[in-house]
């Protein structure tokens, strides 16, 4: 994550996993705060499985079988992509999501 920093102009970073659909579900984290990224981040273990609109899905087993617990997201390793839209210069941090013991979680399409 060094490589954000030496972007002089870098306002944020996107820090998110992929869900089923495509789409970036994930916490925007300013630039001074990456640290926090280090260890994991908490999101629900069901964010990876919502419709087009981020709704849950009915009867998904995602949910059922989890409860909504919280996964960890870590980095996947491949460091930060420029995002290149945007007014302000912006990064995204690829993460894939784990149970808290470190087994993969499924539910996300980069640990299938």
């Known amino acids: 994550m060094a ?3 030496k972007q ?6 996107l820090a998110a996993v992929c869900d089923l659909n495509g789409c970036f579900r994930g916490k925007r984290v300013e630039i001074a705060n990456l640290e ?14 919502v419709d087009i609109w981020g709704t849950d899905v009915f009867g998904s087993r995602l949910t059922l079988e989890s409860g909504d617990l ?20 912006s990064s995204f ?13 499924f539910g996300d399409g980069r640990r299938v």
């Open 3 to 5: 490589e954000i920093h």
């Open 8 to 13: 002089k102009d870098a306002g944020f970073a």
């Open 36 to 49: 926090k990224l280090l260890g994991g981040i908490r999101m629900p273990m069901s964010s990876v499985g």
């Open 70 to 89: 919280d996964g960890i997201c870590d980095s996947t390793g491949r460091g930060p992509v420029d995002l290149g839209w945007g007014t302000s210069v």
């Open 93 to 105: 941090i690829p993460l894939w999501m784990r149970y808290e013991d470190g087994r993969p979680w």
